[in-house]
Each structure stands twice: as C-alpha cells, then as structure tokens.
C-alpha cells in the first residue's frame, strides 16, 4: 500500500519538477533574450524565483526518496548493530518530525498568505508557499518507507 502511494508521489513530483525546470529554462532564456533587445519583462524574473523555489521543495524529497542527500555515516556504520539501529531509528524519527513541522507551519503560511499577491504577477503568494506542506508529507512518506525498510533489514548499514 505505500509502495503504491510512493510510486504516486514520485510520479507526480517528477513531473512537477520536469515542468518546473523547462519553465525556469525557457521564462530565463527569454528574460536573457529581451534584455539584449533592451526590454524587460519584470514578471519573468517573479516567475522564474516562484519556478526555483518549488523545484527546490519538490526536489528535496525526490532526493530523499532517492536517497542522494549528502549523508555522513562512517562512524555510524562502524557501530554495533543495536547502537546502529537504535541511531537510524533515532534519526528517522527525528526527519519524520522535521517535516512534520514543515507540513504544519507550511499550512499556516500558506493559508495566511492568500491575501497577500505578489507584485507583478499578482498571484496569491499561498499558492508559492503551498509547496512547504506538499513536499513535506511527500518526505514523511519517504522516510516512513525507509523507516520500514530499516527496521526490517535489523538496521543494516545506513546508505
């Protein structure tokens, strides 16, 4: 069941972040284009931050969901297995409520800032901060499922 609902979010985050990045690439490439003409598009540069800031979310957890965030583990892994697995669990718990946090307070912003439009877009700024609590639960789930996984290899070596 959440194998299923992981291989849902990274589709969908994968997605986002493909459109996200073509997006940024072609709304920066027409800002660079126009300004050699002498024109400027002051949404674009607007746009363009809103499009970094959701990749930046979003590709966090599929990092996580990859497992590509930088990590230091060798003293760890030298540890005995009980020390190692009560260490991962430690630590799982801690990103679960981490993110948690984020989810929480990501709402909270959000929510209260939907009154408040940016300047040259005039969007809702909930809408750009809206990715807090989205790419929060999607990392809960992720480190829920290697919560799992960990305790059923016996904490194993940490990746």
């Known amino acids: 069941m959440l194998t299923k609902i992981s291989k849902g979010i990274t589709t969908v985050l994968v997605w986002c972040c ?22 400027s598009l002051p949404w674009a540069e607007e746009l363009a931050r809103f499009f970094m800031i959701w ?16 990590s230091v583990n060798f003293f760890v892994n030298m540890a005995p297995d009980k020390i190692r697995m009560v260490l991962g669990v430690f630590i799982h ?13 990501g709402i909270k912003l959000s929510s209260l800032s ?14 750009v901060y809206s990715v807090l609590p989205l790419s929060g639960v999607a990392s809960v789930v992720y480190v829920i499922i290697d919560l799992i996984r960990f305790m059923k290899t016996k904490g194993g070596k940490i990746a």
């Open 93 to 105: 718990i801690l990103m679960i409520l981490f993110f948690g946090v984020l989810v929480i307070f």
């Open 114 to 127: 939907m009154a408040t439009t940016s300047s040259s877009l005039q969007w809702p700024m909930g809408l």
């Open 55 to 70: 990749l930046t979310f979003l590709g966090c957890s599929l990092a996580l969901e990859r497992k590509s965030h930088l």
């Open 18 to 39: 493909m459109i996200t990045m073509v997006g940024l690439t072609v709304i920066v490439a027409l800002q660079v284009g126009t300004r050699m003409l002498h024109i």
